[in-house]
């Protein structure tokens, strides 16, 4: 299997467009960053606002090489808000932040470029 972050891999299997639509990304703003001191790998707890209908939740998230906690604040990020929640060390992850790898293969979040409604839903 080639790997995730591979930008030279080819695309993946086609899907149907139900397919896409399974996957709920929506927009939210980052209410608060912390280094998650626990994590195995360096990485954030982040708290993200996805607004009245999904509310705030946590994610993991492996971003120290390009970001510092404080200017996280009140960024808008995108997330697939509807995983299951993963058990990473002693928190839950509710949330999958997206972002695409730069040529170090670190971390760049994915985000609108002009502020968006939170909770607003990728099509």
Same mark, same amino acid.
């Given at each position: 299997? $080639? $790997?995730? $972050?591979d %930008?030279? !891999?080819?695309p993946?299997a +086609?899907i &149907?467009?139900d397919?896409? @639509?399974?996957?709920? /990304?929506?927009? &939210?703003? *980052?209410?608060?960053a912390?280094?998650? #001191?626990? #994590? ?5 707890i982040?708290? *993200?606002d996805?607004? %009245?209908?999904?509310g705030i939740?946590?994610s993991?998230?492996? /971003?120290?090489a $390009?970001?510092? %906690?404080? !200017?996280? /604040?009140g960024?808008?990020? #995108? !997330? ?7 058990? *990473?060390?002693? /928190? ?5 932040? @997206?972002g695409?790898?730069?040529p #170090? &293969? +670190?971390v760049?979040?994915f !985000?609108p470029d002009?502020n968006?409604?939170? &909770?607003?839903?990728?099509?």
């Amino acid at each position: 299997m $080639h $790997h995730l $972050h591979d %930008p030279n !891999a080819p695309p993946a299997a +086609e899907i &149907g467009f139900d397919d896409f @639509l399974k996957v709920d /990304i929506r927009v &939210g703003t *980052i209410v608060s960053a912390e280094v998650f #001191a626990q #994590a195995r790998k360096p990485s954030y707890i982040l708290m *993200i606002d996805f607004g %009245p209908a999904v509310g705030i939740k946590k994610s993991s998230a492996q /971003i120290t090489a $390009h970001y510092q %906690p404080d !200017a996280l /604040i009140g960024r808008q990020v #995108a !997330a697939v808000v509807n995983f299951p929640p993963r058990q *990473i060390g002693p /928190i839950r992850s509710d949330v999958l932040t @997206l972002g695409f790898p730069d040529p #170090a &293969g +670190e971390v760049v979040l994915f !985000a609108p470029d002009q502020n968006v409604p939170n &909770g607003g839903r990728l099509f």
